[in-house]
C-alpha cells in the first residue's frame, strides 16, 4: 500500500512568485493535515480537512496561503505571493476517520520550500 | 493549549551506548503522546504511542518510552544503539479529545551515533 505522498520533494522559487504544494493522502484516509517546520524550529500544524472540508484552519499563517482538498482525495496548498519567511519543509499526514479512537497520523516526507 | 520541551537539540553517543532523549510536555487536558522519527531524506515515522494503561510503552527499532504523569515527562531510551539509529527525533503530545488529529511537537533531538 502506498504511503502519503507529496510533491515536489524541493521547490526553489523566487520571492513574490506562487507556489503550489500536492499531497496525496494513503486511500481510503479521511484525515488530512498540513504540517510546517521553520528552519530550526518545531514542526507546527497548519489545518486538517476531514474530506473536503476543513475541519481547523487555525495554524494558517496569513491568507498568502491556500488550502484545497477537492473531491475529498488529494490536497494541495498554494503560496501567493510567497516569502522569504515562508521557507520551511511542509509536511502532510494522513489518518483514518476513526472518531476519537484516532490515533496515528501518517507522514509524507515533506516538501522543501526555498524562497530566495 | 499545549506545549512539548526537547532539552536536547543534539545528542552524540557511541555505538552500543544507551541513550535517553528526554521530552517534556504541558496541557491543561489529558493528552495522547507519541514519539516520531525521521531518518535522513524520509518522512516522519511513528516510534512508539502512549494512549493508556502501562505507563512504559515499547516501540519499533528497540526504542521504549515512560510515561510520568506527576512530572509531565515521556523520555525515550534504548539500551543499545547502532549506527542506523542516527536520525531526529520528536516528541509530540495531542489532546486525547481530538484523537492525533492535532499534534503539538517539540523541537527535536538530533541523535548522532559515532563509531
Known amino acids: 500500500e502506498a504511503g502519503v505522498t507529496q510533491f515536489p520533494s524541493h521547490s526553489v522559487i523566487e520571492k513574490g512568485q506562487t507556489v503550489t504544494l500536492r499531497c496525496d493522502p494513503i486511500?481510503?484516509?479521511?484525515?488530512l493535515y498540513w504540517y510546517r517546520r521553520v528552519m530550526g524550529k518545531e514542526i507546527k500544524f497548519l489545518l486538517h480537512?476531514?474530506?473536503?472540508?476543513?475541519?481547523?484552519e487555525s495554524g494558517m499563517p496569513n491568507n498568502r496561503f491556500l488550502a484545497e482538498r477537492t473531491g475529498g482525495t488529494y490536497s494541495t496548498l498554494k503560496v501567493q505571493p510567497a516569502e522569504l519567511e515562508d521557507s520551511g519543509v511542509y509536511f502532510c499526514?494522513?489518518?483514518?476517520?476513526?472518531?476519537?479512537?484516532?490515533?496515528?497520523?501518517?507522514f509524507g516526507q515533506g516538501t522543501r520550500l526555498t524562497v530566495v | 493549549a499545549q506545549s512539548v520541551t526537547q532539552l536536547d537539540s543534539q545528542v552524540p553517543v557511541f555505538e552500543e551506548a544507551p541513550v535517553e532523549l528526554r521530552c517534556n510536555y504541558s496541557s491543561s487536558v489529558s493528552v495522547y503522546l507519541f514519539w516520531y522519527v525521521q531518518y535522513p531524506n524520509q518522512g516522519l515515522q511513528l516510534l512508539l504511542k502512549y494512549l493508556s494503561g502501562s505507563t512504559l510503552v515499547k516501540g519499533i527499532n528497540g526504542f521504549e518510552a515512560e510515561f510520568n504523569k506527576s512530572q509531565t515527562s515521556f523520555h525515550l531510551r534504548k539500551p543499545s544503539v547502532h549506527i542506523s539509529d542516527t536520525a531526529e527525533y520528536f516528541c509530540a503530545v495531542s489532546p486525547i479529545i481530538q484523537g492525533a488529529q492535532k499534534l503539538v511537537f517539540g523541537q527535536g533531538t538530533r541523535l548522532t551515533i559515532n563509531p
Open positions: 486511500s481510503g484516509h479521511d484525515n
Open positions: 499526514a494522513s489518518s483514518q476517520l476513526m472518531g476519537l479512537g484516532n490515533t496515528e497520523a501518517f
Open positions: 480537512f476531514v474530506k473536503e472540508s476543513k475541519q481547523d
